[in-house]
T-cell receptor
Framework: DTGVSQNPRHKITKRGQNVTFRCDPI?????LYWYRQTLGQGPEFLTY????????KSRLLSDRFSAERPKGSFSTLEIQRTEQGDSAMYLC??????????????FGPGTRLLVL | GENVEQHPSTLSVQEGDSAVIKCTYS??????FPWYKQELGKRPQLIID?????GEKKDQRIAVTLNKTAKHFSLHITETQPEDSAVYFC????????????FGRGTSLIVHP
């Protein structure tokens, strides 16, 4: 499968625990985005990388959230001291940015997080 | 920032009928408008997109129209089939940096056989 992959697909954790999600983008894609989606809503932007550089973070991304893309390939999203309000689907998307062109983002299957 | 409104939130049609979903955006600089289909428990998948230099784009039973002056764009699905049942999201983004899309809240389309 050459699409975007995410692991794990489901995560149940207790409030206060730390969790880490992984995203593997389409291999030649240089941009990687993280989104959060709650029931009945569209995806909300969290952060994005171009290669290994984290270029933008949403104000939704509290200090408890951190993302990395150390080698410009896969990315991890960590949530520290999880809260019940963090329960959501976390989506990753990747794209190939062309100068002067819009880009099409391809989504992964998501990681569904439930904080008890 | 950009604000995207999507209507209706739920749309129920009979198989074979047409379905239309409408979105409006606020930032006149937005110039790329993708539509995603998300089936229950699955990833959003791009079904069609349109750039601001065209007013209409068609792909088989799916078409998208864009009115830049009014800042709205619409998704048209003809001859609907039960497998078209899903949540559809519109989005708007603009060139010049991050291309971060702002999504609408989604339309749940139900096609009754």
């Amino acid at each position: 499968d050459t699409g975007v992959s995410q692991n794990p697909r489901h995560k149940i954790t207790k409030r206060g625990q730390n969790v880490t999600f992984r995203c593997d983008p389409i291999s030649e894609h240089n941009r990687l985005y993280w989104y959060r989606q709650t029931l009945g809503q569209g995806p909300e932007f969290l952060t994005y990388f171009q290669n290994e550089a984290q270029l933008e973070k949403s104000r939704l991304l509290s200090d408890r959230f951190s993302a990395e893309r150390p080698k410009g390939s896969f990315s991890t999203l960590e949530i520290q001291r999880t809260e019940q309000g963090d329960s959501a689907m976390y989506l990753c998307a990747s794209s190939l940015a062309w100068t002067g062109e819009q880009e099409t983002q391809y989504f992964g299957p998501g990681t569904r997080l439930l904080v008890l | 920032g950009e604000n995207v409104e999507q209507h209706p939130s739920t749309l129920s049609v009979q198989e074979g009928d047409s379905a239309v979903i409408k979105c409006t955006y606020s930032d006149s600089a937005s110039n790329y408008f993708p539509w995603y289909k998300q089936e229950l428990g699955k990833r959003p998948q791009l079904i069609i997109d349109i750039r601001s230099n065209v007013g209409e784009k068609k792909d088989q039973r799916i078409a998208v129209t864009l009115n830049k002056t009014a800042k709205h764009f619409s998704l048209h699905i003809t001859e609907t089939q039960p497998e078209d049942s899903a949540v559809y999201f519109c989005a708007a983004s603009k060139r010049g940096g991050s291309y971060i899309p702002t999504f609408g809240r989604g339309t749940s389309l139900i096609v009754h056989p």
